[in-house]
């Protein structure tokens, strides 16, 4: 399997490529304080149920499609539903209950790692020295920010099983943005095979959900949280992975996967927008070695050899 893309990206496909980050940031503005006030598989659920609803009247057209990829790869539409939205979904709520956001952050970015680790092993796909040095460029950034600019920071992380769970959720992503790239779920439209896999999430986390709720789970039982869920289902979770699922498309998953690596710089500039937060010395350290290294790692191999 290439991860290739088939065709040279666009202006609209490298707009998209940066519009990935800020809509997967925007969960981290709605979802402040859903977890306090709705379950976290009942959250999860919820989120990718309505995301399904709200785009299933757009895709008629594809049916046929949609059918054909359900019927003939019944095992990849529900392990794409499983992967994607109940353990990257419900787990991760369910893990941040138990761990820092410092924490989840750094673990939830190796996925870029593993998406090219996996590459590597399943498919010899070999790793440019341009790739590592964008890798560690940025992680360094993502370090720089989770750390608060002070190294000592790390003789305070304590890791718990929230942390596992993130770890596991990292591992799950790579897999699923690995999977994406399989030629059947290319078959169809981007919009189509979301809507696709937002079905299949929601079905497998009615289990899960079902239990929460007959636990005595917490249900939005106000505005404010179904505000905060409108805001996950329609960007965090309808823009942001059609926008992603586009970007795998057109770049392959290992160049998607380094989007994970603007998301820290992104939520900040957000909280510090949207929230007041204040931003400090070490969040412009932390995007500049992001964004740097994002370039770095993306760039068009090609054209730099043609130009050596």
């Known amino acids: 399997m290439s991860s290739a893309p088939a065709t040279a990206p666009r202006l609209r496909d490298w707009l998209i490529f940066l ?3 800020f809509f997967f940031s925007s969960n981290v503005i709605f979802g402040r304080g859903v977890i306090g006030e709705v379950s976290p598989f009942t959250t999860a659920f919820l989120r990718w149920f309505f995301s399904a609803v709200l785009v299933a009247p757009f895709v008629v057209s594809d049916w046929r499609a949609c059918w054909n990829f359900v019927r003939q790869r019944t095992a990849l539409w529900l392990i794409l539903g499983f992967l994607g939205m109940g353990i990257c979904g419900g787990v991760v709520y369910w893990a941040l209950t138990l761990t820092s956001a ?3 952050t750094l673990i939830y970015t190796t996925s870029s790692l593993f998406i090219i680790l996996f590459q ?4 010899g796909r070999a ?4 790739e590592v040095v964008g ?3 940025a992680f360094s950034g993502v370090v720089a920010i989770v750390l608060k600019g002070d190294p000592a920071q790390l003789l305070h992380l304590d890791f718990n099983l929230g942390d596992i769970a993130i770890l596991v959720a990292s591992v799950s992503f790579a897999i699923y943005s690995l999977l994406l790239r399989d030629p059947a779920a290319r078959e169809m439209t981007s919009l189509s095979l979301f809507t696709l896999i937002a079905l299949s999430g929601a079905l497998v986390l009615i289990p899960p959900a079902a239990i929460e709720v007959a636990q005595g789970g917490m249900l939005p039982a ?3 949280a179904w505000a905060k869920i409108a805001g996950i289902i329609v960007f965090a979770s309808i823009f942001a992975f059609y926008c992603f699922t586009h970007t795998v498309r057109v770049f392959g998953p290992a160049t998607a996967g380094i989007t994970l690596y603007m998301m820290p710089p992104v939520s900040i500039v957000m909280a510090v927008v949207f929230l007041g937060e204040q931003f400090e010395d070490y969040h412009a350290l932390g995007i500049v070695l992001v ?11 090609e054209k730099l050899r043609r130009r050596h």
Do not use: D, E, Q
Not at 127 to 130: A, G, H, K, T
């Open 19 to 21: 519009a990935v980050p």
């Open 102 to 104: 410092a924490n989840g």
């Open 120 to 123: 590597r092993i399943l498919y």
């Open 127 to 130: 790793i440019s020295r341009l």
């Open 135 to 137: 890798m560690v460029v």
């Open 222 to 224: 106000s505005l404010t």
């Open 291 to 301: 964004t740097g290294g994002v370039v770095l790692a993306t760039a068009p191999l």
